[in-house]
């Protein structure tokens, strides 16, 4: 059930960006489909943070301490740079348009993300 609220969690912090950042956009005409989007693309967003985040920690993890943590602001920008490529790969309408909206995006997802977190009590162990 976690697993599930955090996807559904994930999917909100993606629409807030499409909403908020000019160069992310999810291109469908009904609502419905536009959940089912986001939610197809939470999914992948999640699989490739799972698989690639903690190598990319391991490999990086000076990057990480010079820039005191900065640097995991890069990696989640191009993080959701390759979820964008993934899913324009399965013709998902979902689409980041550049670095730029993907760090600011990255900023969104992971701010919006964090506050649904605690309001639903998900960071609790």
Known sequence: MKIIL???VVA???WAA???IDGI???QTTTAKTVGTLVAVALIFGIVNAVLKPII???GCAFYVLTLGLFALV???LLLLLTSWIAEQIELPFHVDGFGAAFLGAIVVGVVSWILDMLLG???D
Do not use: D, Q, S, W
């Open 57 to 59: 920690k391991t490999i």
């Open 122 to 124: 998900l960071n609790e």
């Open 25 to 27: 956009a999810v291109a």
């Open 6 to 8: 955090k996807i559904l």
């Open 18 to 20: 499409t909403r908020l």
């Open 75 to 77: 990696v989640n920008a």
């Open 12 to 14: 909100g912090a993606l």
